[in-house]
């Protein structure tokens, strides 16, 4: 390899100016060489003819000698290009691709930088990633089906359950009956599909497999699969023959990770699925990126809307036009807009209404009606329950990880304001051999892009494993939600835009102060000057420790609101109780008397088990707490009051096992049968807003159901939580199990005197002994049912934590760089100091206070700004003020003892200069 200095020495007249100037420009000019060279060998020339080619290319030596002389004595202008030159496209990449080939160079040459750097942003890259890959399966990602910006939701389809009644404002909900007609008769839909508003979760047998296997089945009508436009992985999809005779259909058609958790293969071969007692012939699976229409919820099976009856045999109407529990998903006649379909929808709805009241409607049924409407939603990504749970704290977090990434932005620029302050020689010498401040500033912004990128991409593998993480903390306790998280376009391309976000943020300041220097004065100075460098570098570190303060404010608002949360009284005791879910339908029964033996059976069989207080069956148990029925109200009355009181059917040990406090009268007892008067337990709430006196022995009726007529209050319990924990105290009744033997009670509640987990496996043997037959899934317990409504809650509040804690720590990291080299940058003055008589001390005050002071100016703007962004998150605290001056003097006071712990390393390391070296420094 030639000798590239000896051939500057050589060649080069000689430019004036001091010898270190002289060595210095010597040592660029051959590195300059030297690269050229190496670009050429890469190139595929032979040594000889590479360097003969950067030999002709060079400039001539008479004319870089007379520029080098001007730099070196008065300040030059800086040249400027010729006006109306324009870089043809190959020579401008070109140009990009030599800037990041030089890019690469300089981050290997200071790996310590690049390093840390890139981690930093991986970090903030990566959270921010995380955060938006939940957000973008759970609100924004399309269904993948044929053109889903056509769909549309007949209503918000957010409503689970059924209802029976006239319509009245805004519907969600829909008859089977309905549906038929409304698809008939429509004349702005191509097609129309009904979906049932919940998931049916039964038990089946594969083939002639003895073994009862869990399954989710999803109703919908034969026209679901050709509204989507899907086409089957194998075998065929449901059509609209198959849904038109009530249980004539029995055929399904399979979710292909199910078909291929069970067995199926590729090579399709219709299949059997037992299921309460009716045999299903699995005609097909559908597409593999197919799961439903309702995110965050994957069907296994899709039967038939017309086999409901033998699906569900106790919640079926088909033929009711009033009982309606489906939501119906329509697409849209090609250039018909949402406007145009509206005022049709409306109209067809109200007329098909109308025509179910008969030749003599009712009056307060007309009125309903003319108030009906049904808003059409757009459908293009899916239905879900989670977006309204879960839609304001990933926003939140969005902001919070958007904050953090702003701090790691903060870091790397005072990372490349230092580099700058050594590199200032470097670029007035490019200057000086005739490179453009805007070339100059390019090539410091591929740099900063260059590290933008990899941090990128470490950053995706960091979000990766965080959004795994975050999809376990969003889910309940029983199984993780089935959200697809694996990176889309959406997200490469969140990713990409964040990664030049950030050259933007931390590379192009640094890039312009650096390149604004007179090349001249530059190669003159015997010291790198960088003070107005340095003031900056302290301003970004006061700005990140005000980010750290509104972060870590927020983070101790959610943690308070957190804790009062879980302080709420429940009016029951959720621990040790063990809640199971039975399906006793897949073993053959129906509601009857023979179910409810059955049932009772299991309890006495279950309380002989050791360490069982009690158990009792149930309708619902807290998170469905029963249903409301607002037509509930005294005996001679029109059932005004109490409005929407929450009804539930239970055993005779249901208060002892949920330990509801009895007050007046008697629970629920054995003797309570089909043959004894009728009978209910209230709690406080209902005697107080149904009965004017005492509630014992009143009397009151439920609609016009003829087992709820003339029913006795024999005993009132303490008010509970039956729906959610902050909700509001809300009227309820019970009544025994064995008087209302026509419903299926699927919760079974067992009270435990240790650990429910222990004894779980010796309950399911109890209720095998019983009937093997009968399935049980679900199993969780009662405090693992109360956290669930807490996820939300329990999410951000962690998050806010960690991201705090990162945030402070990416601070404290910033704090410590900067007051490291203001100290190392101020050793001779620290020296001359002590020399002339101050002690450690003082040296060590003095750092201290300069991080006390940048401390105090970002602390004082972080409080501000943390008082202008609380209004966006009181909507999501409980019973917290969002401008609580104890979490707020808490993050501030949080952030000053850091600032001071990060100051202290550089102010004890200042007090340890040894004054003579610095004497003869200086």
């Known amino acids: 390899m030639p000798d590239f200095k000896q051939y500057v020495r050589d060649h080069m007249p000689a430019p004036g100016g001091p010898d270190a100037r002289q060595a210095e420009i010597i040592e660029e000019l051959a590195l300059e060489f030297q690269e050229a060279y190496e670009r050429f060998l890469r190139a595929g020339m032979s040594p000889d003819v590479a360097w003969r080619t950067v030999q002709t290319a060079a400039r001539p030596w008479p004319r870089l000698a007379g520029e080098l002389r001007a730099a070196l004595g008065p300040p030059v202008p800086e040249p400027r290009p010729p006006e109306g030159v324009r870089l043809r496209p190959l020579r401008w990449i070109a140009e990009w691709r030599r800037d990041g080939g030089l890019a690469l160079r300089q981050l290997r040459q200071a790996p310590g930088f690049a390093v840390a750097a890139v981690l930093m942003l991986a970090l903030g890259i990566g959270a921010n990633t995380a955060v938006f890959s939940l957000l973008n399966a759970l609100m924004m990602r399309p269904l993948p089906v044929l053109q889903p910006q056509q769909l549309v939701f007949l209503g918000a389809a957010h409503a689970e359950g059924d209802t029976e009644g006239y319509p009245d404002g805004a519907t969600q909900a829909f008859s089977y009956r309905f549906f038929r007609d409304f698809h008939q008769r429509t004349a702005v839909f191509s097609d129309v599909a009904a979906i049932l508003s919940y998931l049916v979760e039964t038990h089946g047998r594969m083939g002639g497999d003895p073994e009862l296997v869990p399954l989710k089945v999803e109703l919908v009508s034969g026209s679901y699969f050709p509204t989507l436009g899907l086409t089957p992985a194998y075998g065929r999809l449901l059509g609209p023959g198959d849904d038109v005779t009530p249980g004539a259909h029995p055929v399904a058609v399979a979710r292909a990770g199910w078909w291929r958790d069970h067995g199926g293969g590729a090579a399709f071969a219709p299949r059997s699925v037992a299921l309460n007692g009716t045999v299903y012939t699995i005609v097909g699976v559908a597409p593999a990126s ?161 590290v933008s990128l990899l941090g990128a991409g470490l950053g995706l593998a960091v979000a990766s494993w965080a959004s795994r993480l975050l999809l376990a903390m969003v889910s309940p306790a029983s199984a993780t939600l089935p959200l697809v998280l694996s990176p889309d376009a959406t997200v490469l391309g969140f990713t990409l835009g964040l990664a030049v976000a950030t050259v933007l943020l931390f590379g192009i300041l640094p890039a312009l102060r650096t390149t604004a220097i007179s090349p001249g004065t530059v190669l003159k100075q015997t010291e790198a000057r960088g003070s107005e460098s340095h003031r900056f570098a302290r301003v970004l570190v006061a700005g990140q420790v005000a980010i750290s303060v509104v972060l870590l404010a927020g983070a101790a608002l959610f943690l308070q609101s957190l804790h009062r949360r879980l302080a709420i009284p429940l009016g029951f005791d959720p621990d040790n109780v063990l809640r199971l879910e039975l399906d006793a339908r897949a073993a053959g029964y129906q509601p009857g008397a023979r179910l409810n033996a059955v049932q009772q059976a299991i309890e006495t069989r279950i309380s002989s088990v050791p360490g069982v207080e009690a158990s009792s069956f149930a309708l619902s148990v807290f998170d469905g707490g029963g249903w409301r029925q607002s037509d509930v109200g005294p005996r001679g009355t029109d059932y005004q ?26 629970g629920i007892e054995n003797g309570d049968t089909a043959t004894s008067r009728r009978v209910a337990v209230i709690n406080e709430a209902m005697a107080r807003k149904t009965f004017r006196g005492s509630a014992l022995g009143q009397v009151f009726s439920v609609g016009n159901n003829a087992n709820w007529r003339d029913v006795s ?66 199993i969780r317990t009662l405090r693992q049912m109360v956290g669930d409504f807490s996820l939300d809650a329990r999410l951000i509040a962690a998050l806010c934590i960690v991201f705090a804690l990162l945030a402070t720590g990416l601070a404290a990291i910033g704090v410590y760089a900067v007051m490291a080299y203001s100290t190392a940058r101020r050793g001779t003055e620290f020296g001359i100091r002590m020399a002339l008589g101050a002690q450690p001390r003082d040296v060590r005050r003095n750092v201290l206070g300069a991080a006390l002071r940048v401390a105090i100016l970002g602390v004082a703007a972080g409080l501000v700004l943390a008082l202008a962004v609380s209004r966006l998150v009181v909507s999501q605290l409980y019973q917290v003020d969002s401008t609580s001056p104890a979490a707020l003097a808490a993050a501030a006071l949080a952030m000053v003892a850091v600032t001071l712990l990060a100051a202290y390393l550089p102010a004890r390391r200042a007090t340890r200069i040894d004054p003579s070296i610095a004497l003869r420094g200086e």
């Not at 410091?444 to 260059?450: D, G, I, M, P, T």
């Open 641 to 666: 009051l109490p409005p929407h009181t929450i009804l539930n059917i239970v055993g005779p040990d249901y208060f002892a096992v949920m330990r509801m406090r009895l007050i007046a009268g008697r």
């Open 290 to 450: 197919f799961s439903g229409v309702t995110v965050g919820q994957a069907p296994d099976l899709w039967i038939p809307l017309a086999m409901q009856g033998q699906v569900s045999p106790d919640r079926s109407g088909l033929a009711d036009p009033w009982y309606q529990t489906l939501h119906l998903l329509a697409r849209l006649k090609p250039g018909v807009s949402i406007s145009q379909a509206q005022s049709n929808t409306d109209f067809v709805f109200r007329k098909i209404l109308i025509g179910y009241l008969g030749v003599a409607p009712p009056a307060d049924a007309m009125a309903d009606i003319q108030h009906a409407f049904i808003p059409l939603v757009p459908a293009a990504t899916g239905r879900s329950r989670l977006r309204g749970e879960f839609d304001q704290p990933l926003q939140t977090l969005m902001f919070v990880v958007g904050l953090v990434l702003l701090i790691a932005c903060a870091n790397v620029a005072n990372l490349l304001l230092a580099r700058a302050a050594r590199r200032r020689r470097e670029m007035a010498l490019r200057l000086a051999l005739g490179a453009t401040r805007a070339r100059l500033v390019r090539q410091l912004l591929v740099e900063s892009l260059v």
């Open 713 to 778: 209050v024999v005993g009132i319990v303490s008010n509970a939580k039956y729906f959610s924990p902050d909700e509001n105290d809300l009227p309820a009744a019970f009544f025994p199990e064995r008087q209302n033997q026509e419903y299926i009670l699927n919760s079974l509640v067992v009270r435990t005197a240790i650990d429910p987990g222990a004894i779980g496996s010796a309950i399911q043997a109890s209720i095998a002994d019983v009937d093997p037959n009968i399935g049980v899934e679900n």
